[in-house]
């Protein structure tokens, strides 16, 4: 088995996702893209600023159960391991930050934000977990958002509405639920599992309003992703402080 790494990042093609590729690749980290849109995908191949180049394009919409089987596959067959899975595709869906409380939000709001953030991610995750096992020191990357803490949001005076926007509070708060969880069931492996808070980051998600730069959100994934053997697992990290649950 190499010494080289192997990432997985999904949403690779634009925000959040495309820096922590470009971060990792940096770091010499072998990284295959992946996203919805395989015509994205070879134009950000073509235009690969990264210091190493990308490995692969998979295309895969993370909700599709035929995607994620078809990708783990063929990771399998052409590299035999995953070394790090960056659980980085999500949304909030349209008029959720002006609009959506837990008295109001509707039932197909709750279904897609849950599909995409949380359904997709376990699924993807189950599917690479045996690729995972075969590596040296697999991570796993959840990214979650500090407005899926249910400390923060219970506590009115700070600053993080628990009102607004409900389905994705509610999606990132089961996420990290999950990072938990699968933490604890994966101790006694070589996996570790962690949720990051990127921050509130300039992307289509985080609006222009936001105060950070993509470079500054993605180093809090990277970090994670290329934890060391005694770093931790199963917590939830902002710029490497530990978050509330
Ligand atoms: P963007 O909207 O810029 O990018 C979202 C990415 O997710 C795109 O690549 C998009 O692909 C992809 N995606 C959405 N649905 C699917 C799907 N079904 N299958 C595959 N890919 C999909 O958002 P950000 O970069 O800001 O967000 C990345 C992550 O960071 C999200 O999980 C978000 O919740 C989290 N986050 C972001 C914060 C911020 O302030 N920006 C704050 C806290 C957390 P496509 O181009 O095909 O739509």
Redesign the pocket.
Known sequence: MSNERIALV????????LEVTKQLSDRGVKVILS???QE?LQEVKAAWTGKVAPLDTIE????KANDRARAAQKIAEQYGRLDILVN????IVEGEWAQNNSETVSQDDLQTTFD??LF?QIGLTQELLPLLKRSKAGRIVN???ILGSLAVNADVESGWSAVKPFAYNAS?AALNMFTVSLSQSLADTNIKVNSA?????K????TSA?PMEVTD?ASTVVDLALIDSDGPSGQFVHLGEEQPW
Do not use: E, Q
């Open positions: 999904t949403g690779s093609n634009r925000g959040i996702g996203g919805r849109n994205k895969l919409d993370i909700t980085n595709a999500g949304v995409i953030n997709a990214v979650s958002s990132k808070h990127p921050g509130w980051v992307t289509d998600l985080g936001a959100g």
